[in-house]
């Protein structure tokens, strides 16, 4: 039994090294710095058209990660708060910038499974926010978090469209470029 479980083990690791490996290869061949392994729980994965991945499935960020990106504020109000509310999180583009993601469709998908699809120039022509914090606090699963998308609606009236609500996923859980 000991002697399967060590086999089992050393099998998994030989993968887990080979797959890294492919990823820092596939990195440096795009020039882009490889992406480091998450130390925490995974709180977004990024797939589809990306060039930098730290996983099979896609690049896969933990808290840190997120925050190591650079956190930017927007001050806004939503359809679903009170007031003008203070949100901090990486900028989407920064994001996509970071794992090379290329394409004109971003799907977006929240923990209960909910998806839609939005256009990649939102990210490109808007500072759209993947905040993770609101009012100083921590986002959790319960206040929409860990990772809200928050759109600047306050300071564009063509983002305070009704018809553009629907993108603002809360409890996100995947980007996927397309």
């Known amino acids: 039994m000991s002697s399967f479980s060590w086999t089992s083990s050393l099998h998994v690791t030989r993968g887990a090294v080979t797959v890294a490996g492919l990823a820092l290869s596939l990195a440096a061949a795009n020039g882009a710095e490889p992406l480091p392994a998450p130390e925490g729980p995974v709180i977004l994965l990024v797939s589809g058209d990306v060039g930098v991945t730290n996983t099979p499935e896609g690049a896969a960020f933990d808290r840190q ?51 839609v699809e939005i256009p990649m120039d939102d990210f490109l022509n808007y500072d759209v ?49 397309q």
Request: charged share 25%; no cysteine.
């Open 65 to 115: 990660m997120l925050t190591e990106l650079g956190m930017s504020e927007i001050h806004t109000s939503t359809p679903w708060t009170d007031g003008v509310q203070v949100f901090e999180g990486v900028l989407a583009r920064t994001l996509f910038e970071r794992v090379g993601g290329e394409g004109a469709l971003v799907k977006a998908a929240a923990l209960n499974d909910y998806t």
């Open 129 to 177: 926010l993947l905040a993770i914090q609101v009012n100083g606090e921590e986002m959790r699963v319960s206040d929409k978090g860990p990772i809200w998308i928050i759109y600047p609606r306050d300071d564009f009236s063509e983002l305070q469209n009704r018809e553009l609500n629907d993108r603002w996923v809360w409890q996100l859980k995947s980007l996927e470029v």
